[in-house]
DNA sequence: GGATGTTTCAAACGAGCGTTTGAATCGTGC
DNA sequence: GCACGATTCAAACGCTCGTTTGAAACATCC
């Protein structure tokens, strides 16, 4: 029988495997962007990688767990840095209260440096991520949900009292539009083509993207309530 | 050489296969919600169709054929009516200018009727839809951009005139992230829970859903244009 | 420089995949 | 009641999948 599977690793793994390791990641980052969780195939991800087959089982376990990983090596971090420039915001405002677009931009700025910096997959983590948003395989949304929970908790706090307006459904649902709006958009520049025009250069498009999506989603959570029966089913056939 | 796939269908074919066609269409719409179209296996579709196995390659072709079949039995049906509806609003207004909210129920009513109606699939099919735009394979790619070129363009147009202090630009954007909104939002009930906070009862989600988000994105699409400097970067590390 | 534990490797495993086949069955018109 | 095309069916095809195996290679410490 071979070596077990490592439950912890040694001092002595770092060095070599890390490295191992890492490009099973980058490699993964960047099928999965491309064709999806299920359509990338071991095979092709590891040959990618310039790694052995059995190494993704080896250091990872399985398959998912290996999605997994892809996803927390850049959201976890992601998910800190908005939650710590949040604090920083309502430091730095005293006691005075936070705009709507301020919280906005303690959300978005985040992504934003992520999808900038190559270093860190850049554009492909984040269409990962807004592909994942949409899988309905469990072991991907409970995965999510709990990356997430505190994040959106602490932001909904924020909002709430930015926008006393709303009651706390209300900015439930808000928010969960504007999750929507976001990994939408962030998922794919080939979905923009849905749009039949095409959007000319303008330096980076991920950087341009994020500076319109925020006054568009500010002026979404600011919106008065509506009054629940604007939409006239009646009115046809 | 047995029977060559049927280019054409003769007249006595429907009142048996159309039963057979349907099944495995119904069947297909629930398991691709469910669980993906690459994680459903022809196996479990026909099982649950109730039907024999190579059914789907005789009706259909393909694996990849009957999904665009699932999508084009309920899409083109509904933009079409969303056009008819954007085009009947334009009727009755005369010669006045549609409101920005009146043109977003164009889109959202048959979207809403739609997900209401049990006999065309209900939730199910929405949820198909939302998961294939964020779907990168390209026969889903390219078939959806077909499927939405006439009826994007031709709101794109009514939008351009309710809004006029927006580029065609800045106005191709704002269409992305509702489309991105709407698409999120039906896609998942399920994905509701990323939020912690569950919506309570309120006779039926999915109309209230589509209610509650009409507001927020007449907001978002009327809201005045960014400086494009609000998302400050430099401010972190 | 032998012992020990970690990592890589080629090969194989069993299972499941989408699709094809050719015969059986069905429904209809003559 | 037979002929003929449309449809169904059980079986098989060839292939790829995720995972496991056990030995080889490598690193580290005494």
Known sequence: MPVQRPARRSPAMD???????????????SLFMEHG??????????????????????????????????????????????IALLERYEREA????????KILSAMLIPALRLSRDERRGGK????VLG??????????????????????????????KALPHLTKQELTWRLHFVMGALSYTLAGTDALKLMAQVIPDEKDNDEVLLERLAPFLAAGLKAPLGDAKRLELAAGD
């Open 131 to 160: 592909r994942a948003y949409a899988d309905p395989a469990p072991f991907i949304r409970t995965f999510l949900s709990a990356q997430y929970a505190e994040m959106i908790s602490r932001f909904k706090d924020a909002f709430l």
């Open 124 to 127: 492909h983590f984040l269409r």
């Open 37 to 82: 969780f299920e359509a990338t195939s071991l095979r092709q991800l590891t040959a990618a990688a310039g790694v052995n087959l059995a190494a993704v089982n080896y250091h990872f376990g399985s398959k998912e767990e290996l999605f997994q990983a892809v996803l927390t090596r850049r959201l976890d971090p992601m998910n800190q840095e908005r």
């Open 15 to 29: 060095a070599l495997s890390q490295d191992t390791k890492s490009r099973i990641l980058d490699a993964a980052e």
């Open 94 to 101: 005293g006691g005075r209260q936070l705009s709507c677009e």
